[in-house]
């Protein structure tokens, strides 16, 4: 960035020393009758004097830590419930339904892997033909 783009004419081409060490109206866009209101308010003459107003860098500190803070656990559990809502709602695996009284396509009980799907364990039942055989 070039400094001379934020300062005053009057301070283009001086060191960074003695820019914070001018007065607040050397920054561009601030007016005399602004650095008269900042001295009124706060005490503050120079640009040195503004940077560490204690206000200025509390104002810092919180922007600094808003961007870098994590989600609260109130927000993490909204998250999360309206994770699992659209989840319930449109399943990954289900197939677009052709009919709206369609929603789901089971597996049909017989090709039920049993010892990994205990929800529809109890609807196997062993085909007389393959007991017999065995």
Do not use: C
């Not at 283009?12 to 001295?39: M, T």
């Not at 989840?87 to 009980?109: G, L, N, Q």
């Amino acid at each position: 960035m070039n400094i001379d783009t934020i300062v005053d004419k009057e301070y283009i081409g001086k060191n960074f020393r003695a820019l914070a060490e001018a007065p607040v109206h050397a920054l561009r866009g601030v007016s005399a009758k602004d650095a008269k209101a900042l001295q009124a308010a706060f005490g503050v003459t120079t640009v040195r004097d503004l940077a560490q107003l204690r206000f200025v860098e509390w104002a810092r500190a919180i922007t600094i830590l808003a961007d870098h803070e994590g989600e609260t656990p109130e927000e993490q559990a909204k998250e999360t419930l309206i994770d699992e809502a659209v989840e319930m709602t449109f399943p990954a695996s289900d197939p677009v339904s052709i009919d709206s009284a369609v929603t789901r396509i089971e597996v049909p009980p017989e090709m039920v892997a049993a010892h990994v799907d205990h929800q529809h364990a109890n609807q196997i039942e062993p085909k007389i033909e393959e007991t017999e055989k065995a």
